[in-house]
């Protein structure tokens, strides 16, 4: 079996370790030290280019490196050839720390005092419960379940956003367009955890943001597309929002004269919630690539007309 790993450098020799010490039998090649290109039969790639799928005839599944699927061109990948995304642990948990801390922080005015302490003040503000605070999540995926079973353990309120009803106990749940109005008129914090396709790119806009409760915060941990940048800035000057934490945006690295870099309302990281784990990662590609030997249905296929 011959497989090409063409993704993030710098991790690349922790996944050569993985397959050299766990699956000797695989041939497994780490761009750009790729062989012929037409014997390669699996290609684990964060983008696969037409020009480089065309030159790897053999290739049977490509596995995308990342959780998320829109980098990749669909029309430039063979239909016969599976889209399987990345659903490992590392990506889960490195999401639940994100917004965890994102959560959490807002809910206890960090962002206040970081000005307060830059001002020299020492002003105590009000701590209500957790549970005096509604937390919803827009996309109850993989990602997005696991975020709000760990919100329920510091005691918020909870509810989720989904295209499909999902249940999930402790989460009031809501579902479609005609469910999003009700479901955003009882957020204190909007996590956004969708993934981005032409029905939810700038789904974070105007008319969103009016139907929240007036100084509700935003969590941007979806995709930069999702969201429209001038109405945020809209909303957080006008008070109607009242913080935005930010770790996706459109383009990334976002330009140099972009107001989000001075925007006091918001915080900024540069895609860094979650990544794939190579020490994770690699044991659940093996067992994707060894089903597929078996014949077994892989894990984490991409439904190609839904988007994700
Ligand atoms: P997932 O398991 O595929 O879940 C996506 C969820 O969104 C599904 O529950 C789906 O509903 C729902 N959904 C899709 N379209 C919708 C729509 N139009 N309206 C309402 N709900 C909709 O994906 P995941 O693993 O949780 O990842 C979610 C996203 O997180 C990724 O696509 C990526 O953009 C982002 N992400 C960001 C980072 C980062 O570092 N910032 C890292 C990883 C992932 P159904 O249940 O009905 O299908």
Not at 43 to 56: G, N, T
Not at 60 to 88: C, N, Q, T, W, Y
Request: with cysteine; hydrophobic share 45%; glycine share 8%.
């Amino acid at each position: 079996m011959r497989i090409l790993y063409r993704s993030d450098a710098p991790r690349a020799a922790a996944w050569a370790r993985y397959f050299a010490e766990h699956a000797p039998d695989i041939d497994f090649r780490v761009w750009p030290d790729a062989g012929k290109l037409d014997e390669i039969e699996y290609l684990i790639a964060w983008q696969a280019p037409r020009e480089l799928l065309a030159a790897m005839p053999r290739v049977k599944v490509l596995f995308s490196s990342g959780a998320g699927i829109d980098h990749v061109d669909f029309s430039a990948v063979p239909a016969h050839i599976p889209i399987v995304r990345m659903v490992e642990p590392g990506i889960i948990n490195g999401m639940v720390e994100y917004v965890s801390l994102a959560v959490l922080a807002l809910h206890r005015d960090f962002f206040d005092y970081v000005a307060a302490k830059a001002a020299r003040t020492w002003n105590a503000l009000e701590v209500p419960p957790a549970s005096a605070r509604t937390i919803g999540v827009m996309g109850m995926g993989v990602l997005g379940r696991a975020v709000l079973e760990r919100l329920a353990t510091y005691g918020f309120r909870l509810r989720g956003w989904n295209r499909s009803l999902r249940h999930m106990k402790g989460v009031e749940s809501f579902a479609g367009a005609e469910q999003l109005q009700p479901f955003l008129e009882g957020c204190d914090v909007l996590i956004c955890l969708l993934p981005l396709t032409p029905a939810t790119k700038g789904i974070l806009n105007r008319e969103l943001f009016a139907a929240l409760p007036s100084g509700a915060a935003l969590i941007n941990v979806g995709r930069g597309p999702h969201l429209v940048d001038t109405d945020l800035i809209d909303a957080l000057d006008s008070g109607r929002l009242s913080r935005a934490i930010l770790d996706v945006t459109d383009p990334e690295p976002l330009a140099p004269e972009h107001p989000f870099w001075t925007h006091p309302r918001v915080f900024l990281t540069p895609h860094v919630a979650s990544m794939t784990q190579p020490e994770t990662a690699a044991p659940i590609l093996l067992e994707n690539l060894r089903r597929h030997q078996r014949g077994e249905q892989l894990l984490g296929v991409v439904d190609r007309s839904r988007g994700y």
